[in-house]
């Protein structure tokens, strides 16, 4: 199923790259966290991918990191790659999340910041992933989820009803947390643990958050997207149905970002495993003090 329009995704991306800096405080902050929980792990990670790689907010929280040595990152937008080739802090090249050019087994370590809620494909760019890392390589990325910028779709919604009589798709879908650790788990990878958090930013009006969105690259590559011009008035009323519905006493509107985590673990027989059916060493019933009886009747403590 093709949810996102790749090419679109691309071209604001683009057009982004020349200013992300000024509006890049989202990518900062989750790379931030992520970069807080790799120094959780206590290992060493020589070869590491940053994919999805933006302007390099995660790529320069990386060196001298857990003993990373060379830093691979790349980005479906050939402006952003360009970004990360100038600093000079990692190998930049372009790739697509959907097609990894890597070979397998070539990664010690993955991130991916703010990125693969684009992808069509997420349980197959997963499957990639994990064959790209190395056995007990590591894999940790974050991603929108699907509570993110509700107050915005709500705001258009009722726009779009009071100009055009009608409502079409305006804000991209995103993940489900439900299924995020299923998805880990469908595509082979060990220990995944999924965990989420909100982040709640506020301005002055609409028209700051549509700006932040389209300096991050982040406006709608859905497929099913109005691609006709809004009428004149729709823009003005998404701001005014914005700050009627969401507006705070100080006159500010709170614009929601619901963030994924996830992690987890390229297969290894190192890893602790489950153990077998059956296997357990002592009965539940002894480690509850309680005596076992057939299901159906109360149990008496002793």
């Known amino acids: 199923m093709l949810v996102f329009d790749r090419l679109v995704v691309r071209r604001h991306r683009d057009r982004a790259a020349p200013g ?3 509006h890049d405080f989202l990518f900062r902050h989750v790379a931030a966290a992520l970069a807080e929980r790799l120094d959780d792990v206590k290992r060493e990670f020589p070869i590491a991918l940053d994919l999805g790689c933006h302007g390099g907010e995660m ?3 990386l060196p001298g990191r857990k003993g990373i040595g060379r830093i691979i990152a790349c980005d479906l937008s050939p402006a952003m790659a360009a970004r990360i080739a100038a600093a000079g802090e990692a190998t930049a090249l372009v790739a697509d999340e959907e097609v990894l050019p890597f070979a397998d087994e070539s990664f010690d370590l993955a991130v991916s910041n703010l990125s693969l809620h684009w992808v069509n494909d997420l349980p197959g760019a997963l499957v990639q992933i994990r064959r790209a890392l190395k056995p007990d390589g590591l894999f940790l990325a974050a991603m929108l989820g699907g509570d993110t910028l509700t107050e915005l779709r709500r705001a258009m919604l009722e726009a779009e009803m ?3 009589g009608g409502a079409s798709p305006r804000v991209s879908p995103f993940a489900d947390l439900r299924d995020i650790g299923a998805l880990m788990q469908r595509a082979g990878f060990a ?3 999924v965990d989420v958090d909100t982040v709640t930013v506020t301005y002055e009006n609409a028209f700051g958050l549509l700006s932040d969105l389209r300096g991050m690259g982040e406006t709608s590559a859905a497929r099913t997207r109005n691609r006709r011009i809004p009428a004149r008035a729709f823009w ?3 701001a005014r149905a914005y700050q009627q519905l969401f507006g705070g006493a100080d006159g500010r509107i709170p614009a929601t ?3 994924i ?3 987890g673990w390229a297969p290894h027989e190192s890893q602790q495993q489950p153990l077998r059916p059956g296997s357990a060493g002592a009965r539940f019933a002894d480690v509850l003090g309680t005596v076992e009886i057939p299901t159906g009747d109360k149990a008496r403590p002793r």
Do not use: D, G, K, M
């Open 162 to 164: 009071t100009v055009a």
């Open 236 to 238: 003005p009323e998404v």
């Open 59 to 61: 790529t320069s929280l």
């Open 257 to 259: 970002f619901q963030i």
């Open 20 to 22: 992300l800096h000024r």
């Open 261 to 263: 985590y996830v992690s």
């Open 191 to 193: 220990l995944p643990v």
